[in-house]
């Protein structure tokens, strides 16, 4: 009897006890949070942030490691927030779902954005402004700044990694309008024209 009754007592106690897994699973929380993929690069100090969440009742909103807005979402699953004051160069930009309680948060993915306002630089070193050629091809020698790219008559220049471009033009006879524009990741541009006539040596 005494086999019996300690084989009892073993598996009687290697059984999970069905209330406490019960509460286990009460207590589990599954709530996710995830923001859109941003833009890369802003002309704006202000961006505006969205994304979808399941299971939480709010939204923090962080700018460059500082709570920058604080939204309720009232049973919606989708969100959208303008937030400001972002600093020249990169800013850190994440989200951390909440909910009422505060018993359970979750923070998403942090993303970079560039916020740039200045146009970028553009100089044209050859050929000079209003100058006449004799010969029909031209080399065109500039710069600009880095993750720039720059058009010739609506025609993409090579630009190198330190924002150098050089290339060949081939010319009407008479005067030539030459068009250069150069736009950076944020979208700021920079224009300048350069006059060019070529005649030929007789």
Known sequence: ???????????????????????????????????????????????????????????????????????????????????GKLIPGENKIYAVGKTSKKSSSKKTDVFTVLYKSDAPILKIERPENNTTVSKQEIEIVGSTDRDTTVHLNNMPIVVDLKGEFVTTLRLKEGDNTLNFQATDIAGNTTETMIQVRYARDD
């Open 1 to 83: 009897d005494s086999l019996i009754n300690t084989a009892l007592f073993f598996t009687n106690t290697s059984q999970p006890d069905n209330d406490d897994v019960s509460s286990k699973q009460k207590d589990a929380f599954y709530g996710s949070i995830e923001l859109d993929t941003p833009n890369i690069a802003t002309t704006a100090a202000t961006i505006v942030v969205s994304g979808q969440s399941t299971g939480f009742d709010q939204v923090e909103f962080y700018l460059n490691n500082v709570k920058a807005h604080m939204t309720e979402l009232d049973g919606e699953t989708l969100f959208s927030e303008e937030i």
